[in-house]
């Protein structure tokens, strides 16, 4: 009669164990709004969900290399455009220059304001980014890109090597542009050392418009000027085509993140009607045990006779 009345002890205490970590595992999936709290719960929803997780914190990564990209980009555009108001303006002074009808002054001043712009085109080509790296030196991106020589030429200091931003599993980017692109390799002579030329041939008091010198230097520092325009017009170009490259891009892997938070979220969701009408028919359960297990706990031999 003891071992009875033990073993009955016993499966009722273990029955209403399993009935509270039952309740407790109902309670937090009411509390959490989630199905699966752990791998236990549904191993193959739990690594489908795992999968998607992993994938979202791609996505998430591939946006965020678009938005830097993107930005980066965006700062080399409005320094190209800068570059070209730069010899937009070198070339409405070689065309005034070489008029004819221009004083030792005219000629003096005219040279003081290319050289001017040619110190700014210097600090663009010199540009850096925040964390200090030169923007037009393609990999060598801690040395400016242009510096004189000892016989005061200037002189292309970096390389044409582009660095590339993954934006997709397959797709990378190139995320710089090189001065060698646009300014060094047009076909002509650089225009920093070609419009230096210039500059003495205006400041010689000895040189003016029509002198055979004047007008060589003038035509070269022209054909400089369109090349150099022309290679920046088609850097530019080629931001824009980017840019565009890029937002679509974004708009892609935003989309492709709502749909997989979507099956995150279906997957991990609880059906709450059903967990509801679970956790009360467990607590039910739990208090028909408790007042059976009170009841066979003050039996003695006594209530048998």
């Known amino acids: 009669m003891r071992v009875a009345m033990f073993n009955m002890y016993s499966a009722n205490l273990h029955s209403m164990q399993q009935t509270l970590s039952q309740l407790g595992q109902l309670d937090q999936q009411l509390s959490s709004g989630k199905a699966l709290l752990r791998p236990s719960d549904d191993p193959i929803g739990k690594v489908k969900v795992l999968n998607c997780e992993r994938d979202l914190a791609k996505t998430s990564q591939y946006i965020s290399n678009i938005d830097s990209l993107s930005t980066s980009l965006g700062r080399v555009e409005t320094y190209l455009d800068s570059l070209v108001q730069a010899q937009t303006r070198m070339r409405e002074i070689v065309i005034s ?25 210097v600090d663009i080509l010199n540009a850096r980014d925040a964390d200090g790296n030169y923007l037009f030196s393609g990999n060598l991106s801690r040395t400016p890109a242009v510096a004189q020589d000892s016989s005061g030429r200037y002189q292309f200091q970096g390389d044409a090597q582009h660095r590339q931003v993954q ?18 390799g047009n076909g002509s002579q650089d225009l920093l050392n070609q419009a230096a030329e210039y500059v003495e041939v205006l400041r ?30 088609a850097a530019i170009t080629d931001i824009g085509g980017k840019q565009n490259r890029l937002s679509l891009g974004k708009s892609s892997h ?18 709450y009607p059903a967990a509801t009408s679970e956790f009360q028919m467990k607590l039910t359960a739990l208090r028909v045990s408790q007042q059976s297990f009170v009841k066979i706990s003050q039996l003695t031999l006594f209530n048998q006779l």
Do not use: R
């Open 204 to 233: 010689d008091p000895a040189k003016a418009p029509g002198d055979a010198d004047f007008e060589a230097v003038a035509g070269a520092m022209m054909q400089s000027l369109d090349d150099t325009l022309s290679s920046i017009g």
């Open 254 to 271: 935003q989309e492709m993140a709502l749909f997989t938070k979507e099956v995150i979220g279906e997957t991990e969701a609880l059906d």
């Open 167 to 184: 934006i997709a599993a397959d797709s990378w980017v190139d995320a710089n542009v090189t001065a060698q692109e646009f300014w060094f």
């Open 97 to 121: 220059a070489n008029s004819g009808q221009l004083s030792a002054a005219d000629q003096q001043g005219y040279a003081d304001e290319l050289s001017a712009l040619m110190d700014t085109c």
